[in-house]
């Protein structure tokens, strides 16, 4: 189970990214420049700030990529440990059942496993980041 997180971006950044291919081949690769770059600090954010546990799977599992297309480009960086989402929103209370058989008959354990509190990691590293991806992307498509 995954969850998405996403910069809240300016209507005008999104249309940026979403029409590369309207601009010159000089602005779209400024374009391309400006993503990569900021995807990249989010991504070295998101790796000093993440909590380290004895494997460092959730570390480990943290990629970033960059997608060009023709018309469109995005920077993604994403957790593909299974607990990540865990991790950065927290848990409920959590409760383990297991039936166990007993001579009697079978006897259902319920085990207290607590809660996860939240510790943030990709959303902090975003939202820092987001400023400098709108001014980037301006300054990318305004230079002369």
Known sequence: MGRVIS??????TFKVTRQIDQYDSKTRQRIIDSITESTKAVYTDVLTNIPRGATG????GVKMDVNVRQRYISGVVSSKAP???????G?????????VAHPKGPVALV?????????PFMKPAIEKERPRIESRLREAVNRV
Do not use: D, Q
């Open 83 to 89: 607990h990540g989402h865990l991790v950065e929103f």
């Open 91 to 99: 848990t409920e209370p959590r409760y383990w059942y297991k039936t």
């Open 57 to 60: 799977n959730l570390g480990k």
């Open 111 to 119: 085990i207290y496993r607590g809660v996860m509190p939240k510790h």
């Open 7 to 12: 910069a809240n971006i300016s209507e005008e």
